[in-house]
């Protein structure tokens, strides 16, 4: 409540006809104040527009595609307002792909074919990139000041900037992507790491006891993890076996299927009865590094429309 109620009291006197990443500094304010404008910098650049309808959101100039650094397109601004509406095809429920064939490169195309299209639309809205809830947390927002300040520091900017490129250009799901920035920052939480900052007595690594963990060690060094990586084997799952519902129920199972090397994945639904016989079955194929998490919610929501259809 004595949030809100701070918030309420900032706004009155500061902001009251602007939005909080609008509002200019002005003389007399209060140290709280200017603390906050001073810590906003960091939070502009890690904001990201969900799309619910796109009307709110400028294609070129907003930040919007899960790609950390700018979150925006690579495609040179065309200068005219083209808004993330315009790309979307509402009666097809997906992304308007010949609309975008003509506004933007392949790298862009494929980013944005990776976030998921709202059905009912609805309104745009602001979130923290980097944390799942979308709301800021000190936590996170002081890893990435951290790992910002060490990027400021690298010797060859126009090698670093080509490098990151490529890296959020690669078909891998975003978290993966964040995780291996952090990691080339050194902005994990490694013991060595936590250990600088006092939250551990000791840096040593608790899976070899031999040495220091840092991000290198805790990733690729220590002999414990290297018997990790010798033994992964990629693709080998267990089965499980399919269990048929209770007599008169019937199942919804739903899958996914990524494609790396086309840069697509497959969407299925069935539905089947106590006898195992399916009774009705979907399959849908989606361009673009989709997230699997995400992957697995747009199944879930077209076998819950199947289902939905079927009865
Ligand atoms: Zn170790």
């Not at 609805?122 to 947390?137: A, L, P, T, V």
Request: with cysteine.
């Amino acid at each position: 409540m004595s949030s809100i109620i701070t918030l309420q009291v900032l706004k009155a006197k500061y902001f009251r006809n602007e939005t909080f990443l609008e509002v200019n500094l002005k003389l007399g304010c209060s140290y709280t104040w200017r603390s906050l404008i001073w810590g906003r910098e960091l939070l502009a650049k890690c904001l990201l527009w969900t799309v619910g309808d796109g009307k709110s959101i400028r294609v070129f100039r907003d930040q919007w595609i899960p790609r950390p650094c700018t979150f925006k397109p690579i495609t040179r601004d065309p200068g005219h307002d083209v808004r993330v509406a315009d790309l979307i095809d509402r009666s097809r429920r997906g992304w308007n792909e010949e609309m975008m064939a003509h506004l933007l490169i392949p790298a862009d195309r494929e980013a944005i074919l990776s976030i998921p299209v709202s059905w009912s639309g609805g309104q745009d809205c602001i979130r923290w990139f980097f944390d799942k809830s979308g709301e800021f947390m000190v936590k996170s927002g002081y890893n990435v000041a951290l790992s910002k300040k060490t990027q400021v520091s690298v010797s060859n900017p126009s090698f670093q900037h080509k490098w990151w490129n490529s890296l959020w250009c690669l078909n891998l799901p975003p978290k993966v992507k964040v995780f291996i920035w952090r990691a080339c920052l050194n902005a994990l939480p490694s013991l060595v790491n936590l250990w600088k900052r006092k939250v551990v007595g000791v840096s040593r690594c608790d899976r070899c006891s031999c040495f220091s963990e840092t991000i290198s060690h805790a990733l690729f060094e220590c002999k414990v993890v290297r018997q990790i990586w010798k033994g992964t084997c990629f693709g080998l799952r267990d089965s499980v076996g399919w269990l048929a519902p209770p007599p008169g129920l019937l199942k919804l199972n739903i899958g996914t299927a990524l494609r790396k090397a086309s840069g697509s994945i497959g969407l299925g639904a069935s539905i089947r009865g106590d006898k195992g016989r399916v009774l009705v079955a979907r399959s849908k194929l989606l361009h673009g590094s989709l997230n699997g998490d995400i992957g697995q919610f747009m199944a879930l929501r077209d076998g819950l429309m199947l289902a939905i259809s079927y009865h």
